[in-house]
């Protein structure tokens, strides 16, 4: 294998390129935007192993997240920063999880601790709200999100022998058709390849549509989500925050005690909410997010959910939070069987990868190194 065509510019399209051009593949790489605006960087960048599942879906984190830290000795612009996340329990029946959690025979690869309320605090001092108590997640990251794409595209193009050799970046093309080794993109252009990689993300139509279309039952459905992001906040986050909802929403809480857990907030289960939080490198803080399922999804933004959002970072911080800066809708691709992501044969020698959800940020490198030695 010498070359790779990979449609895509998103992270999970960005990792392919980065581990082809690690094994000293060519890599082509077609974007049909001037520059990644999906859910690549529309999420927390988050590197989250403590919600996986155990088994393999932990496994392929914590393989992911070794990989980041690889990846960021390479490539610091991602902004990759091992700080750790608390998850904190409102009540009693959420501390009764966390402590299971804490118990469970993977907690160490994990990195768990449960913390007193003075414990977290000391762990993390700008957490000056009330809570029952929090668990530790020492595995836990953070990168930019609106950052990465660019920073790997970066260095790739500066770390390639010549123009036009080691790897080319294409703007601006839609791949409209595909054939055995090769994608053709809106321009007429054919680009051939070795393999031909479609990370497509969330556009389950065009080329890869036609491919999904062929399943009795869709592999894969889009989630959409809204978020927000403040001006700078004044104390500085030394970990990233879940709030006790999450327990609700991954899958490593699926555990007796989450049975017991009292009623979800009705706001807050109408809109599939969890609160997570994290602060970027400037000091602002993402907060977020919410999630739909069924489509055809609105066009606008719901202006009570952030509020809801806005009001629960603030009770668990214990201060007012800064005005928003910008607040966004996202959509992903998310698998609907017990995958932890869909990678499908489109024709002889072009594979489809997509489909990871919530997890793609976290698992993107560790997805695309399968690809290459699955």
């Given at each position: 294998?010498?070359?790779?065509?990979?449609?895509?510019?998103?992270?999970?399209?960005?990792?392919?390129?980065?581990?082809?051009?690690?094994?000293?593949?060519?890599?082509?790489?077609?974007?049909?935007?001037?520059?990644?605006?999906?859910?690549?960087?529309?999420?927390?960048?988050?590197?989250?192993?403590?919600g996986?599942?155990p088994?393999?879906?932990?496994?392929?984190?914590?393989r992911?997240?070794?990989?980041?830290e690889d990846?960021?000795?390479?490539?610091?612009?991602?902004?990759?920063?091992?700080?750790?996340?608390l998850?904190?329990?409102?009540?009693?029946?959420?501390?009764?999880?966390?402590?299971?959690?804490?118990?469970?025979?993977?907690?160490?690869?994990?990195?768990?601790?449960?913390l007193?309320?003075?414990?977290?605090?000391h762990?993390?001092?700008?957490?000056?709200?009330?809570?029952?108590?929090?668990l530790?997640?020492?595995?836990?990251?953070?990168?930019?999100?609106?950052?990465?794409?660019?920073?790997?595209?970066?260095?790739?193009?500066?770390?390639?022998?010549?123009?036009?050799?080691?790897?080319?970046?294409?703007?601006?093309?839609?791949?409209?058709?595909?054939?055995?080794?090769?994608?053709?993109?809106?321009?007429?252009?054919?680009?051939?390849?070795?393999?031909?990689?479609?990370?497509?993300?969330?556009?389950?139509?065009?080329?890869?549509?036609?491919?999904?279309?062929?399943?009795?039952?869709?592999?894969?459905?889009?989630?959409?989500?809204q978020?927000?992001q403040?001006?700078?906040?004044?104390?500085?986050?030394?970990?990233?925050?879940?709030?006790?909802?999450?327990?609700?929403?991954?899958?490593?809480?699926?555990?007796?005690?989450?049975?017991?857990?009292?009623?979800?907030?009705?706001?807050?289960?109408?809109?599939?909410?969890?609160?997570?939080?994290?602060?970027r490198?400037?000091?602002?803080?993402?907060?977020?997010?919410?999630?739909?399922?069924?489509?055809?999804?609105?066009?606008?933004?719901?202006e009570?959910?952030?509020?809801?959002?806005?009001g629960?970072?603030?009770?668990?911080?214990?201060?007012?939070?800064?005005?928003?800066?910008?607040?966004?809708?996202?959509?992903y691709?998310?698998?609907?069987?017990?995958?932890?992501?869909?990678?499908?044969?489109?024709?002889?020698?072009?594979?489809?990868?997509?489909?990871?959800?919530?997890?793609?940020?976290?698992?993107?490198?560790?997805?695309?190194?399968?690809?290459?030695?699955?």
């Open positions: 294998m010498d070359r790779i065509v990979i449609v895509g510019g998103g992270v999970l399209g960005m990792m392919h390129a980065v581990q082809a051009r690690g094994r000293g593949l060519d890599v082509v790489q077609l974007e049909r935007e001037a520059a990644p605006r999906g859910a690549s960087v529309r999420n927390f960048g988050l590197v989250w192993v403590s996986r599942a088994g393999p879906e932990l496994a392929l984190a914590k992911a997240r070794e990989l980041w990846l960021a000795a390479e490539v610091p612009a991602i902004g990759f920063r091992p700080h750790g996340s998850t904190l329990a409102a009540d009693d029946a959420e501390l009764a999880l966390l402590k299971e959690a804490a118990e469970m025979p993977d907690a160490a690869q994990r990195g768990f601790e449960l007193d309320p003075a414990a977290a605090t762990a993390n001092p700008a957490l000056r709200g009330e809570f029952a108590g929090a530790l997640c020492r595995s836990d990251a953070i990168v930019e999100p609106r950052a990465v794409p660019a920073a790997f595209r970066d260095h790739l193009l500066a770390t390639s022998p010549a123009v036009g050799a080691g790897y080319q970046w294409l703007p601006g093309r839609e791949a409209v058709e595909v054939a055995a080794h090769a994608v053709r993109d809106h321009t007429g252009t054919w680009h051939k390849g070795d393999l031909v990689v479609l990370c497509t993300g969330a556009a389950h139509t065009g080329v890869a549509g036609r491919h999904l279309a062929g399943y009795d039952r869709p592999p894969v459905r889009r989630v959409r989500l978020m927000l403040t001006e700078p906040f004044g104390t500085r986050l030394s970990t990233s925050v879940a709030d006790g909802d999450t327990l609700r929403y991954y899958p490593a809480y699926d555990l007796p005690a989450r049975a017991r857990l009292g009623p979800q907030d009705p706001a807050a289960a109408a809109a599939g909410a969890q609160l997570l939080l994290v602060q490198l400037d000091g602002s803080l993402t907060i977020g997010d919410t999630h739909a399922y069924g489509e055809p999804f609105g066009f606008d933004l719901d009570t959910l952030y509020d809801l959002l806005r629960r970072a603030q009770r668990l911080l214990g201060t007012e939070l800064p005005r928003t800066r910008r607040r966004w809708a996202g959509v691709s998310q698998v609907t069987g017990s995958e932890l992501y869909h990678r499908s044969v489109v024709t002889e020698g072009v594979v489809l990868v997509t489909g990871p959800g919530g997890r793609g940020m976290t698992c993107s490198p560790a997805i695309a190194e399968e690809t290459f030695t699955g």
